[in-house]
């Protein structure tokens, strides 16, 4: 049976996804505040981010 195109995009993703290290998903979640502080003081702005 053939499999939708939207599932071999799905797999794709999540692959992606997966492959990206901890300490690189560790560092952007630990920069949100800093991030949302800088758009914030723009009032939704372009920022260097």
Same mark, same amino acid.
């Given at each position: @049976? &053939? ?13 992606? &996804?997966? *492959? !990206?290290? /901890? *300490? !690189? !998903? /560790? *560092? +952007?979640?630990? *920069? +949100?505040?800093?991030? @949302?502080?800088?758009? +914030? /003081?723009?009032?939704?702005?372009? !920022? /260097?981010?």
């Amino acid at each position: @049976m &053939f499999r939708n195109p939207s599932q071999d995009q799905v797999q794709v993703c999540q692959d992606a &996804f997966h *492959s !990206i290290e /901890k *300490s !690189i !998903i /560790k *560092s +952007l979640y630990e *920069s +949100l505040p800093d991030r @949302m502080d800088a758009i +914030l /003081k723009v009032h939704g702005w372009y !920022i /260097k981010y």
